[in-house]
């Protein structure tokens, strides 16, 4: 290698090149070397070095007048800033217009002719150096150039690369993170352009981006080339793949969201030319990629993960971009990097956000962070409206850009129609701690500069626009302060958007995840309409329910799918710690709100005593619905490997109905002790509670329903106000209730918990039960620390619990 020479290639460069090629293109290097071996497809390309940019200044002289320009630069001057910046890029510019430059570039781009033929595309992209560069990103910070064609026009792009290292977004960030403007120089990485504008593009992250969750692959994409998902204009589709089961052996997707993929960028005519196109209809209704295709990204990023984790001596998530080749089909990486923002956070106390009331929604999209912030709108519809902009205002727009961070520092809170969780404005957002709500079609068309709005992020995956400015708390509990107690505290979860989030409370795992929840809200339809969708006598029922599982070969799959999902997040949230599933327990008249319901159930005068639990399992009116939720579970412990999964079965009156049940399962493939499947029951009749001793020759376990069984021990309609008073969990009654259910589990050497409300809320019942000896205690996350408090003095007062029973 002559070592005169500026241009270096991916062979022969690693990671300890920083320094000569900076951090993504020394990565493209360590990549191509490692990883091309095992199979990872990356394209080749060479990098213009650091040296270039360093030697073109000098001989330039430019260094003393760039040192002139930027002395004494205030970022919060956004006029001044953006004058000076362009400046400092006509210096660089005009200093890189070199003969020899020009001469080794023409000589590179022939040999990439050579590999892959004459007047071959390539992508050109800014590589920035930095002694302390794993700290921070620089991404998005410089300019990149696709579809470069011919040794001139890639000269044009380089100069350009080059200059912008002084756009106003870098100057921004190398002042916000303490590096030298002078002492960080940028490396240009040249590579052969994937045909992705025939096919799709993304980015993966090994965590999830929003909790910093680590046992999840993140995989976003979209049609076309990925600038469109990186710059957030395209709202992209989504998936998970959970590592620990992906990596002995369980192929298959955790969970998946379909973006409206309105946009694809395509190669445009001419030089460094791109355009967007409208993607067709039919085309935004399917995902971009297909499952084999997700887990074969999901397996090249965690041998990305794995490699970067050995070479730094710790765990190291990584962001990678990704490109599919539309002529062969091949998937290639052509970016990876540690990632920075998720990984890095460390919070000294668990914060959580609740919102004290809520208002009007003027919009919802994609929820960025967990936060809540109000302020008064500011619409950016261009460069020029960015100057108005007030600390503390919630920046709208219809989508953001990397040369508008500057402003976004400042903003309370960001909303855009487009984009995605991995788009520029969420990234941003993220790295900030600022929240937002993204994707949410078209809000910038009705907001109005000045209106007072709360941004809302605390509801799990969808996030909030709410009318006016609207009351919340903060509640943080030092995180080192937290001592579990000898009894399991679990939690009650029904919605698998925020099981991530939930997952990092000191929890024993799930006591009780609602499914109802599940089928409510990310199905919406009766199980019964999809199993016989010929019985639907609504028309309009069933063209929506057509719509619905258009994408899937029967309509009960997307059933199916969807729960399977759902329960497997959660699942997966918290593996390997117990989650425990109740089948759905809905009332005739909460079934028969669902879409097609009303062809299905009867009318009841008193739901709550009525066609619930159990009694619908095995009988023929719901029997073809009961074979989907079980093979809904199935899936989740057989085909996504996660055992950790319990299921539970609600309202069961009689020993022999839940005989019956069982069996049913077992003919259904959930057979109680094959491959560890544990059944619960919940213990909420009386009956319950007086046979135990039979149940539980049946069952592998008890959850105290304490709601149910408290209306049924008082005889309360616990939904009915005039006798509210009445329903009291501490009535001596109900006391010796639970005394019988925990004493009776532990005699027949079960495992016995409760689920409900009534320990976080009456301390004296917390006591009770943990002198009782109870297992564990499972109540709502926002209790849980709450719970944890008072269980431990609970513990500490009656001597430890766990009375000896016999």
Known sequence: MDPSSYIRWFRDICLADVPLV??????????????TPEGVKIPNGFALTAASYRDALTDAGAWDRLGSLLAGIDKRRIADLARRAAAARAIVYEATDREDLRHQIKQAYRQLEQEYGRNVAVAVRSSATAEDLPTASFAGQHDSFLNIRGADGLMEACRRCFASLFTDRAISYRIDNGFDH??????????????????????????????GFRDVVFVTGAYGLGENVVQ??????????????????????????LGSKAKRMVYGRGHNATRNLVTPVK???????????????????????????????KPTPMDVE????????????????PETVASRRKPEALESYVLKKTGTALAEGRAVGEKIAAGRVRLIRNERELRKFRPGEVLVATATRPDWEPVMKLAAAIVTDHGGRTCHAAIIA???????????????????????????????DIGHVFEGTLPYEVERTASESVRKPRTEIMVNLGNPEVAFKTAALPSDGVGLARMEFIIDQHIGVHPMALACPEKVTSARDRLKIKLLTSRHKEPSDFFVQRLAEGVGTIAAAFYPRPVIVRLSDFKTNEYANLLGGADFEPHEENPMLGFRGAARYAHPAYAQGFALECAAMKRVREAMGLTNLKIMIPFCRRVEEAQ??????????????????????????PNNVILIDQFAQLFDGFSIGS???????????????????????????????????????????????ICGEAPANYPEIAKYLAELGIDSISVNPSSVLRTIEIVRAAERDSGGGRRATG
């Open 22 to 35: 900076g951090g993504k293109t020394a990565s493209l290097g360590e990549l191509y070397s490692a990883l």
């Open 182 to 211: 002078f002492k960080v120089a940028l490396s240009v990485a040249v590579m052969k352009m994937v045909r992705s504008d025939l096919a799709a593009s993304g980015v993966t992250f090994t965590l999830d981006t929003e909790t």
């Open 430 to 460: 993220r790295e900030l701690g600022v929240p937002a709500v993204v994707g949410t079609g078209s809000f910038s068309k009705k907001a109005k500069t000045g209106t007072a709005v709360t941004v809302s992020c605390a509801e799990g």
């Open 232 to 257: 957030g204009v395209v709202d992209p589709d989504e998936f998970y793949v959970h590592k620990p089961t992906f990596k002995v052996g369980f192929r298959a997707v955790l969970s998946r969201r």
């Open 660 to 685: 019956k049940v069982i069996a049913t399962m077992a003919n259904l493939g959930l057979k109680r002790g094959e491959s560890g499947l544990e059944i619960f029951m919940m213990c909420e009749i």
């Open 283 to 313: 085309q935004r209704q399917q995902f971009c990629i297909n499952d084999n295709e997700v887990l074969t990204l999901a397996e090249c990023a965690l041998l990305v993960e794995e490699h970067y984790s050995q070479k730094s001596g």
């Open 707 to 753: 709601n149910d069984l408290t209306q049924l021990t008082l005889g309360v309609d616990r939904d009915s106000e005039i006798v509210a008073f009445d329903f009291d969990e501490r009535d001596p009654g109900m006391l010796q209730m639970l005394s019988m259910a925990v004493l009776g589990a532990k005699r027949n050497r079960r495992h016995v918990g």
């Open 322 to 337: 990704w490109a599919k080749d539309g002529r062969d089909g091949s998937l290639y990486i052509i970016q990876a990097r």
